[in-house]
């Protein structure tokens, strides 16, 4: 029996890649922020070259995770998602969308607040953390907008572990206790009921 159930090859790329990316930037990100409040702070052994480089990486970073979402946002709109499971609740079924259409928003929307953050800023940003690659600003020099971007930016990261947690417990739910097709659709080396 052939299986046309489960995601395309680009889109589990996508799904994986991304993931990757999103949960190494966060705890990325918590540790450059740490380090800029102790350089703030007048701790001597912190570089702020090295602060500067990190934040450089975070951003380049955050840029691919940029361009890679919306790549894989125009997938999905182009190729279909399988259906879900035909038994799932309605409810269940509201969940998995909506979870869905906000990580797209999370995926796309916290590296454009980092940038707006990062040009509010008014410090230069750097492809590669190489001064001929300079990022270009999407907003001016301005504390306020730079403060309100960067409040933003950190709640969406605990936004998006909140979303992974849900996003593997109801994958895992399907899984072991419905034993239907939903996390196979995704894991190629599960083998899809049937």
């Known amino acids: 029996m052939e299986h046309n159930n489960r995601y395309t090859t680009v889109a589990i790329s996508l799904h994986w890649l991304i993931a990757i990316l999103i949960v190494g930037m966060i705890f990325f990100g918590w540790q450059a922020d740490d380090l800029r409040e102790a350089l703030f702070a007048g701790d001597p ?45 309605s409810w269940e079924k509201f969940a998995a969308t909506g979870t869905h259409w906000a990580f797209y928003a999370l995926m796309i929307g916290m590296p454009l607040g980092g940038w707006v953050a990062a040009s509010a800023s008014g410090f230069p940003s750097y492809l590669l953390n190489m001064e001929a690659l300079p990022i270009p600003s999407l907003v001016g020099e301005s504390e306020a907008l730079h403060e309100a971007a960067s409040w933003a930016h950190s709640k969406g990261a605990w936004a998006i572990l909140v979303l992974l947690g849900l996003h593997i417990a109801a994958a895992l739910k399907h899984h072991f206790i419905n034993r239907d097709d939903v996390l196979s659709r995704m894991i190629v080396i599960l083998r899809p009921k049937g």
């Open 45 to 89: 052994s912190v570089d702020p070259q090295q602060v500067a480089m990190l934040f450089n990486w975070h951003k380049t970073i955050g840029l691919l995770i940029l361009a890679l979402s919306v790549v894989r946002l125009g997938w999905r709109l182009t190729h279909p998602a399988p259906p879900l499971p035909e038994g799932m609740a």
